[in-house]
């Protein structure tokens, strides 16, 4: 082996040692720049994008220290619950504390790291933005990709519909926005635990039914049932549309993290790849299906005008905006 080999060999050493590297380097770039909307969406994206990575918190630690970042967790525990806005989709984050939680119809307890969840489902208008950044079109051998957005209207949204939850996308599709807006799909049981609170209750806003958007025709706007928001401040986690959740491996714990994002087996007829959505649709008309714990299971592929979806990030920091 010659010392250019020897060379090459370190070089690559380094990299898989320190992956976050040049993320580090982009941020130093920017603290010559001056605050504004664009350097906080761009030190946001660099964060995010190596934030499942070894060496992350070094990048993290950067980023608080030159105030690309702030913590979410709050010293004073009767604060107001906190929120931000993430400046790549702009969806209103709510950060939810970590700890013990109730979950499924047996109300086990289970244990889970702090988190931030969208207040409300991603809505036409962001998807579009997201479609108009990346150009994504989902992957060829993608099941029924005549139905991918079957909702809109020569591209876009329906007029009137752009602040409507987004649907007739799968699994594949929202986690490709999950990631092009730096975050993920919450798992089943984070999205439960955003449900119900501390008190472990029965529906997202108590312990006894009430009016969401439910047995209607179609979605509705987003914001339009603020009385059936979380203990947390989520909205519309019944009614409106069901929400894809994270796949996560069989036998997980039900607090951990998974990789936010799966390397998912495109389904077929003979293999069948599911995985869970939660929250009552407009569709639906029990109180059972209101639930908290209420969940049910669609192939990852499966598109249809029920079922959305909602931002999650999975680490304990916030932009500086």
Not at 57 to 83: I, K, Y
Not at 306 to 312: I, K, M, P, Q, S
Request: proline content about 8%.
């Amino acid at each position: 082996m010659n010392d250019d080999e020897d060379d090459n060999d370190s070089v690559r050493q380094i990299k898989n040692q320190f992956p976050s590297a040049p993320a580090l380097i982009q941020l130093e770039e920017l603290t010559k720049k001056l605050p504004g909307p664009e350097r906080t969406a761009t030190a946001w994206r660099i964060v995010m994008n190596v934030a499942n990575n070894p060496d992350s918190h070094a990048v993290l630690d950067f980023a608080r220290e030159n105030d690309f970042a702030l913590p979410c967790e709050q010293t004073d525990c009767t604060a107001a619950n906190l929120s931000w806005l993430n400046p790549l989709d702009g969806s209103m984050m709510i950060w939810i504390p970590g700890g013990k939680f109730i979950y499924g119809t047996k109300k086990q307890t289970a244990e889970v790291a702090g988190f931030s969840l969208g207040r409300f489902p991603v809505t036409n208008e962001q998807f579009a933005k997201f479609l108009s950044e990346t150009n994504y079109a989902p992957p060829d051998n993608h099941p029924d990709n005549d139905l991918f957005l079957g909702h809109w209207n020569k591209g876009k949204p329906t007029r009137g519909y752009e602040r409507h939850p987004v649907t007739w996308v799968s699994c594949f599709d929202a986690l490709a926005y999950a990631k092009w807006a730096g975050g993920t799909l919450p798992t089943e049981w984070l999205w439960e635990k955003a449900a119900r609170g501390t008190d472990g209750r029965v529906y997202p806003w108590g312990n006894y039914p009430t009016r969401t958007h439910q047995a209607g025709a179609n979605t509705r706007e987003v914001g339009k049932f603020s009385q059936v928001r979380s203990a947390y401040g989520c909205e519309e986690l019944s009614g409106n549309v069901s929400e894809w959740c994270l796949p996560t491996e069989e036998g997980a714990a039900v607090g951990t993290f998974p990789h936010p994002y799966p390397t998912m087996p495109m389904p077929t007829d003979i293999t069948p790849v599911r995985t869970t959505v939660r929250g009552a649709c407009f569709l639906r008309t029990s109180n059972a299906a209101a639930k908290c714990s209420h969940r049910r299971q669609l192939s990852v592929a499966r598109r249809n005008r029920w079922t959305g979806f909602r931002l999650a990030v999975l680490l304990p920091i916030r932009p500086v905006i």
